[in-house]
């Protein structure tokens, strides 16, 4: 069965620094991978997918994810972070028949002046 | 807006109550879920829907039933509420190709549920 792993249940940056979350997934297959934002008290929305395209996806507001078989990862990166990046992160996965997303546990994100 | 919407926003239940969650989606997509989202724990798959006429359990149906009254809506029902369904429950649909390409759901913006 999929899973995926999110490494760090909270991240702290300063404003202007680089924003790293980490997810690797276990998967047999390629799989379709995903980042979702949620701000708070709201539903998630979609930053960027993977989806056997090129390895390094760009998403909204500047987000950007690289793909790496190899190390099973899809770490999501902003080179500059912004008061308003303070938000909960979810990494997600497909499943073997490409129809439900297993989700990571979540990365809060805080952003300090 | 295109999306979708859930219905309603708070609900505060007594154990031992019963209520419908709502959703409605209008993307014309195939396939509707539900999750429920509890602290730390991500969101967990309650169930879905493949396509019109279809509902399989997912992760954490125990409790839960739902209908899929059409291609648009997805109901959730608790039959019997207890306090371990105090959470926060989000709709959400896609577009699932046959062979399984999944282009991303589209989130409701979910259901503050308290069971007391």
């Known amino acids: 069965a999929q899973s995926v792993t999110q490494l760090g249940s909270h991240v702290s940056v300063s404003e202007g620094a680089l924003v790293l979350l980490r997810c690797n997934y276990s998967?047999?297959?390629?799989?379709?991978l995903f980042w979702y934002v949620q701000y708070p008290n709201q539903g998630l929305q979609l930053l960027l997918k993977?989806?056997?395209?090129?390895?390094l996806v760009k998403g909204i507001n500047g987000f950007e994810a690289e793909f790496k078989k190899s190390e099973t990862s899809f770490h999501l990166t902003k080179p500059s972070a912004h008061m308003s990046d303070a938000a909960e992160y979810f990494c997600?996965?497909?499943?073997?028949?490409?129809?439900?997303?297993?989700f990571g546990q979540g990365t809060e994100l805080s952003v300090k002046p | 807006n295109a999306g979708v919407t859930q219905t309603p926003k708070f609900q505060v239940l007594k154990t031992g109550q019963s209520m419908t969650l709502q959703c409605a989606q209008d993307?014309?997509?195939?396939?509707m879920y539900w999750y429920r989202q509890d602290p730390g724990m991500g969101l967990r798959l309650i169930y879905y829907?493949?396509?019109?006429?279809?509902?399989d359990k997912g992760e954490v149906p125990n409790g839960y039933n739902v209908s899929r009254l059409n291609k648009r809506e997805f109901s959730l029902r608790l039959e019997s509420a207890a306090p371990s369904q105090t959470s926060v429950y989000f709709c959400?649909?896609?577009?699932?190709?046959?062979?399984?390409?999944?282009?991303?759901?589209?989130f409701g913006s979910g259901t503050r549920l308290t069971v007391v």
């Open positions: 959400a649909s896609s577009e699932v190709k046959f062979w399984g390409a999944l282009d991303g759901y589209t």
């Open positions: 998967s047999s297959v390629p799989p379709y």
């Open positions: 993977y989806t056997s395209a090129a390895t």
């Open positions: 997600a996965v497909s499943d073997d028949q490409g129809g439900k997303l297993i």
């Open positions: 993307m014309n997509h195939n396939s």
């Open positions: 829907s493949a396509s019109e006429g279809t509902t």
